[in-house]
């Protein structure tokens, strides 16, 4: 069974920084693309950000220049590190991965970690 968890969210203050992690844990044999997304209440879940396994990055037009994904293979853990926070960025954070283990290739989300940019 492969599992996502979810940290570092919290309440910053607009203008602030905070770094999300995604730690994947399990049989894994391999993780492919990595997505983060992001749920505020009465909306819908949107992609953030997202990193291939070769890397490739690409994000939401909302959050360029301010957010950076990253990856650790060696952990099985990929980053998201969140600048110049603003009120909209508000939201739950979910990672969703594509893992391969030895027997299937799945898709998998975490729990979720709220932030809240707010003064």
């Known amino acids: 069974q492969v599992q996502l968890v979810e940290s570092g969210g919290g309440l910053v203050q607009p203008g602030g920084s905070l770094g999300l992690s995604c730690a994947a844990s399990?049989?894994?044999?391999?993780?492919?693309?990595v997505g983060w997304y992001r749920q505020a209440p009465g909306k819908q879940r949107e992609l953030v950000a997202a990193?291939?396994?070769?890397?490739?990055?690409n994000y939401a037009n909302s959050v360029k220049g301010r957010f950076t994904i990253s990856r650790d293979n060696t952990k099985n853990t990929v980053y998201l590190q969140m600048n110049s926070l603003k009120p909209e960025d508000t939201a739950v954070y979910y990672c969703?991965?594509?893992?391969?283990?030895?027997?299937?290739?799945?898709?998998?989300w975490g729990q979720g970690t709220q932030v809240t940019v707010s003064s």
């Open positions: 399990g049989r894994i044999f391999s993780i492919e693309t």
């Open positions: 969703n991965a594509l893992v391969s283990t030895f027997r299937t290739t799945s898709d998998y």
């Open positions: 990193i291939t396994s070769r890397y490739s990055t």
